[in-house]
């Protein structure tokens, strides 16, 4: 009788004020009695059993390996603005996500600004990411400049990390039209790099970004995504790709990409890595709340 009348069907908690992320692997999400339930089996993300999903406080629901999800439960999600990601395990893999479609467009409208400002805010960003990943300032004003220095960086830290792991290494050798003729830690750099993007995938749809607007990277679709994946390249990725070549080498047996995303998934939980990508843009971006 009142439908419509004090808006109830479509009152929503603004995102700002909900908990953010919810993993789920290997059982079945349903809605039961008007309320979104998980039935985990065991070695789920959760205790084997049946339980209630408070999908009204919840931003993004993240679908791992094992799960499956009615169209009941998607309906009753998009009707509170709560999104789905089907990810791998641990986030190493991002595999699609329907638009989140955040109650407010601030975080996109923050990002536009500053990537419009070609000579102030743009290079205000980057420099902002070479900080983060390097530690100083570079008083540099030159995008080409900056990404000359960064090259020759992240070379330095192949090398370091290369001698840390024990890694024979002759240097970064890709070709993307013979990926698999590489040496194997170049091509573990390329399997890390690929679930570290992923990571970063999630983080840009959880934030409601414009995963095509970068501030260092600019031709790619995914320029945003890549700018915040390569955060943590000497941090993350590369370890995490030499040390599957370490593991590889004790165990051959399994493909090399296994080795890469097993130790991915570790890292990326140990980490905290999504919520750590999810914070940076905040702060990139200088939204409130952020810090900076």
Partial sequence: MLSGRLGLETARVPHVD??????????NLYVGDGCLRFTAASGSSLPAGDHQVPHQTISLVLLGPGTTI????????ARHGTGFVAVGDGGVRMYSAPPLSPDQSQAARAQVRLWCDINGGRMLVA???YVLRFG????HEDICALR????GRVKEGYQRLAQQFGIAWAG????????????????????????????AMIAVAATGTIPALGFIHEDSGMSWTLDIADLVRTEVTVPIAFAACKAHSADPGKPLERHVRRIANETFRKRKLIPEFIDRIHALLDLPGSGT
């Fill in 127 to 129: 420099r902002k990411m």
């Fill in 148 to 151: 000359g220095i960064e090259g």
């Fill in 136 to 139: 100083e300032v570079l008083p």
């Fill in 172 to 199: 970064r050798h890709y070709d993307r039209n013979n990926p698999t003729g590489a040496d194997a830690p170049n091509q573990a750099i390329n399997h890390a790099a690929t679930a570290v993007e992923a990571a």
């Fill in 18 to 27: 909900r908990v953010g992320l919810l993993w789920l692997t290997y059982g």
């Fill in 70 to 77: 009615s169209q009941d439960a998607m309906r009753l999600c």
